[in-house]
Structure formats: C-alpha cells, structure tokens
C-alpha cells in the first residue's frame, strides 16, 4: 500500500467517525442546549470542535498534505484518549463494546497516517 492510499484510508475512517459524532450525539444535543443537554454542555461544544478539526484534516490528509496527516493523528490521539476513558469508566456492555471498536478505529487511524513504504535495499 503507498502512503497516498493509507492516508485516504485514514481519512475516509475519519470522516465517517467525525459525521457519526455530529449527527448521532453533537447536533440533537445542540439543539437541545445547555439546559436541555444530558450531557455537560462543555463536553458537547468540545465533541462538536473535535468532529470539525478531524473534517478538515481529513481534507488535508486526503490531499496527501503532511499537516493534515499530522492534525488526524493529534485528532485520533485525543479520541483514543476518550475511548480508553469509556472502557474504564463506562458500565453497560453496549458501551464498552462501542468504546472498543472505536479504539481500534483510532489505532488503525494513527497507524495509516504513519504508514512509510517500503524501500527496497540493493543487495
């Protein structure tokens, strides 16, 4: 696999990740407010800035730019962060199974925005 090709992997993940965040959880809870929101609304202000910063490094990452490869690992690292939190701290099944895979997904993320290819050495 080329690096080109590993970071339009790492930003097609990341987009997906991102556009989940916004519709599923950062969006109702917007429209909810501050006094509506189950959650604390900073973490929803937070959560929404995170889903945007990981859009536009997406586009950066997707255009083979060393910045937004750059801004997708610091991104997935924060989120990695959260996913590690939700394991330990997280009680229901569901939520721990959710918080595994999205380990995983900010690992790989990480992983293809590193990726190097292969060069071959003359004997």
């Known amino acids: 696999m080329t690096r080109s090709t ?3 992997i790492a930003a097609v993940l990341s987009v997906l990740v991102a556009l989940i965040g ?5 969006l109702p809870n917007l429209v909810l407010g ?3 929101s189950k ?3 900073a973490i929803v202000i937070g959560s929404f800035a995170s889903d945007v910063v990981a859009l536009v490094a997406a586009y950066g990452a997707w ?3 060393k910045w937004g490869a750059v ?3 610091v991104v997935n690292a924060f989120w990695l962060v959260q996913a ?7 009680s229901t099944l569901g939520e721990a199974v959710f918080a595994s895979v999205m380990l995983v997904h900010h690992v790989v993320v990480i992983s293809l925005c590193l990726w190097r290819e292969r060069v071959v050495r003359a004997a």
């Open 6 to 8: 590993a970071l339009k």
């Open 22 to 26: 916004i519709s599923l959880f950062d």
């Open 34 to 36: 501050a006094d509506g």
């Open 39 to 41: 959650d604390p609304f």
């Open 63 to 65: 255009r083979g730019q």
């Open 71 to 73: 801004l997708l690992i």
């Open 84 to 90: 590690v939190g939700s394991l330990l701290f997280d």
